[in-house]
């Protein structure tokens, strides 16, 4: 569906339930890459357990969204430890428009460098608005 949908500006899309799994949120995300005039984007995916793949394939997508200028990442409870953390995070803070951004990554068994190196990639942004939540990692 959202491979027909054309000049969208913004989406709010929410995908969180137990076992949806990596490739019911590939297929999402597959579909969401169509939408590369995006100024606001809300991405909520949680209880999903979609690993390193699932990070892999959010910067994938996020890399043909130039213009995003807010950022909702909710990727709760999806157990992507810290390199996943690393992947999201380091490819967020590349997308130079972005002036709001809200990161939800709880309970992901991040340990110890996914952490830090989130801390370390968002210290260069501009935001005008920043909330990034890690508990419970």
């Keep these: 569906m959202l491979e027909k949908v054309k000049n969208l500006k913004e989406l709010d899309i929410g995908v969180a339930s137990k076992n949806f799994g990596y490739l019911g949120f590939k297929s999402v995300i597959d579909g969401m890459k169509t939408q590369t005039g995006l100024r606001k984007l809300s991405l909520r995916c949680g209880v999903n357990r979609v690993g390193i793949n699932g990070a892999n394939i959010v910067k994938e997508m996020l890399a043909g969204m130039p213009h995003l200028e807010f950022l909702n990442i909710g990727f709760v409870e999806n157990y992507i430890g810290d390199e996943g953390i690393t992947i999201l995070t380091e490819s967020v803070s ?6 709001s951004l809200i990161l939800n990554l709880g309970f992901n068994d991040a340990k110890s460098y996914g952490l830090i190196n989130t801390f ?7 935001y005008d608005y920043l909330f990034v939540s890690l508990s419970h990692n």
Aim: glycine share 8%; no cysteine.
């Design 94 to 99: 590349k997308m130079s428009n972005i002036k």
């Design 120 to 126: 370390k990639a968002l210290s260069n942004g501009a």
